[in-house]
Each structure stands twice: as C-alpha cells, then as structure tokens.
C-alpha cells in the first residue's frame, strides 16, 4: 500500500533562510509525486509535481523539489523564505487506480 | 477556472443524526475525492470515485458512505455521525489522467455535539 511521511511537524526558519522539507514515500513503483501548500484560512494549491524524467522540479513562488529514487524521498527547497511562504505544506503520492494520499503536513513558521 | 463546491462552510449537528455533505465541481472531471482534515494527522482519504456510480473506499471509510449518481455531485455520507467525526471535510476533483493536480473545495467544518 503507498504511504507517505513527512517526518517533521513543524519548522522555523528565519526570513531569507533556506528551507528543506523532507518527504518519504512508500510504493512498489514510481508513483506520481506533489507538493501541495495550504495557507492560513485557504484551500490547498499545488507547488510542484513529479513523475519521470529530470529529478529536479521546479514549481511555483520559486520552490523546487528532488526526487531521489534510491531514498524514496521527495524533498522540497526553498534557497531563500519570505514571510509569505508560513503555510502549512503536503506531501502527496498518487499510485494506482488514481489514489491520491497525503502525508500528516510541515507546518513553517518564518522568523522576521 | 475549475470551481469545486461545497454545499457549506460550517455544519453543526447532534450525534446520531444523518449527515449529509454536497460537493459540485464545474468541469467534468471523472475523479472525485472526499478527505477529512485534522491537525497533526493530515489529509486522509475516505472516500473516492473514479467515475459515475462508481466508488472506492480510502484509508479511513468507517462510518462513512458515498453517492455518484450524476458526475459532477459527489456526497458523503454520514450515517450516523459521532463526535469523533468531527473535522473538516475536503472534497476535491480531477479529470481521469493519471498524474493530473487535485482541485479542492473550500471545506465543511463539520461539527457533532
């Protein structure tokens, strides 16, 4: 069954620091991968998604993510945060049969 | 703009009651999802549909059940809702290609006292 992990509750960073959110999925093949972000009182909106090819995405508001096969991992950076960017962020894998599963969230706190 | 509609924002209701949640997307997308939000433990997958009148159960479908009798309307529902069933509902649509981003509803905060 796919599963996915996102082993870190919540992170602080300081505005204009980098940021990497880690995200471990579980699935027999390579799933389709997402990056999802869900700012105070919003809906959710995808930032970025992988399936083949180049295992570095980029998405949108200048976020990026790598697929690493050989750790099932599926991290995403940031090289410089904005206040702007204090969400709450998901981690999703999309196997067979269209079943889209989310990891528990990283909610990011940014210092001024 | 894709649009996913979900009958209402809050709910409140007494244990034991019938409940019904409403969600109408806009764009003929053939998959249809319901999750339930809750701090710490994420988005989880009740229920799911890949097409009219079909359905598949998600990770957490107890006490739950589901009806896609036109496709663009997907309701969940409630048989008999308990307190622990409160959360906030998400319903989110897709068209049928694999690989393709979710589109989500604002949410139902349901409450049960």
């Known amino acids: 069954a796919q599963s996915v992990t996102q082993p870190d509750i919540h992170i602080t960073v300081s505005e204009g620091a980098s940021l990497e959110l880690r995200c471990n999925y579980s699935?027999?093949?390579?799933?389709?991968l997402f990056w999802y972000v869900q700012s105070p009182g919003q809906g959710l909106q995808l930032l970025l998604k992988y399936f083949s090819g180049d295992t570095l995405v980029q998405g949108i508001k200048g976020f990026e993510a790598e697929f690493k096969r050989s750790q099932s991992s599926f991290n995403l950076r940031k090289p410089s945060v904005h206040w702007s960017d204090a969400a709450e962020y998901f981690c999703?894998?999309?196997?067979?049969?269209?079943?889209?599963?989310f990891g528990a969230g990283t909610r990011l706190f940014v210092k001024a | 703009d894709v649009k996913v509609t979900q009958s209402s924002r809050y709910l409140v209701k007494r244990t034991g009651e019938k409940v019904f949640l409403e969600c109408v997307q806009d764009m003929d997308h053939e998959n249809m999802f319901w999750y339930r939000q809750d701090p710490g433990l994420g988005l989880r997958l009740i229920y799911f549909?890949?097409?009219?009148?079909?359905?598949e159960k998600g990770d957490i479908p107890e006490g739950y059940s589901v009806s896609r009798e036109k496709k663009e309307r997907f309701s969940l529902i409630l048989e008999s809702a308990s307190t622990n069933q409160t959360s906030m509902y998400l319903c989110?649509?897709?068209?049928?290609?694999?690989?393709?981003?979710?589109?989500f509803g604002s949410g139902t905060q349901l409450s049960v006292l």
């Open positions: 549909s890949y097409d009219v009148k079909m359905k």
């Open positions: 989110a649509s897709r068209t049928g290609t694999g690989g393709e981003k979710l589109f």
């Open positions: 999703a894998v999309e196997g067979g049969g269209f079943k889209t599963i």
């Open positions: 699935y027999g093949a390579t799933p389709y």
